[in-house]
């Protein structure tokens, strides 16, 4: 039986300790405590780690980590990360910039993706609210213009080889 570490990380209210209570075959460990932290509204907040298991058919365990969301505990990341096989790092898409909060991230762990997969998963709105002006006043590498509509700056960023 092999053991593989996944780590959980992401903005404050992102959802890792729900992500991991939810998939997780044992009661989750969390160390929530209540939030008192003005810059977000949520009532508990993790200061420790969140920890959840799951079994595979092949009976390999995934053991999964989550870290604190609130910056001030950002020390905590090299400890987690350690001899993790991936990384999970959630977007809050309701905030203002998710893009600017994940490349925290992805400058934070930037020696562990040298090394390692990682997964981002997108909560807790489908699409942003600025969406729209996120795409016509963003220049992304290899986007050049829509084949559907030949714009440049169409909503739907198709590429040429589309
Ligand atoms: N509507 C919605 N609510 C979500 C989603 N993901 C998480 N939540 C809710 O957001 C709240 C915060 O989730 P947590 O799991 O505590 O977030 P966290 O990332 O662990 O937060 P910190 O530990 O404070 O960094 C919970 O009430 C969740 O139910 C989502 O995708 N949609
Ligand atoms: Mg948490």
Not at 17 to 26: D, K, L, M, N, R
Not at 28 to 35: F, G, K, L, M, S
Not at 73 to 90: C, H, P, Q, V
Not at 91 to 109: C, H, I, Q
């Amino acid at each position: 039986m092999n053991e593989y570490k996944i780590l959980f990380t992401g903005t404050m209210g992102a959802g890792k300790t729900t992500a991991i209570g939810a998939v997780s075959e044992t009661p989750p460990i969390v160390t929530d405590v209540v939030n008192n932290d003005q810059s977000h509204t949520k009532e508990r907040t993790t200061v420790g780690l969140d920890f959840g298991q799951f079994t595979l058919d092949n009976g390999d365990r995934i053991r999964m980590f989550g870290t604190p969301g609130q910056s001030r505990f950002d020390f905590l990341w090299k400890i987690l990360s350690k001899n993790a096989l991936g990384m999970i790092i959630l977007t809050d898409n309701s905030r203002p910039d998710p893009l600017a909060d994940l490349r925290v991230y992805l400058e934070g762990f930037a020696d562990d993706l040298d090394i390692m997969p990682c997964a981002i998963g997108i909560g807790r709105l489908g699409e942003h609210p600025r969406r729209r002006w996120t795409t016509t006043s963003r220049s992304w590498p290899g986007t050049t213009a829509c084949c559907r509509c030949s714009r440049s700056t169409c909503a739907s960023a198709m590429t040429s080889s589309c």
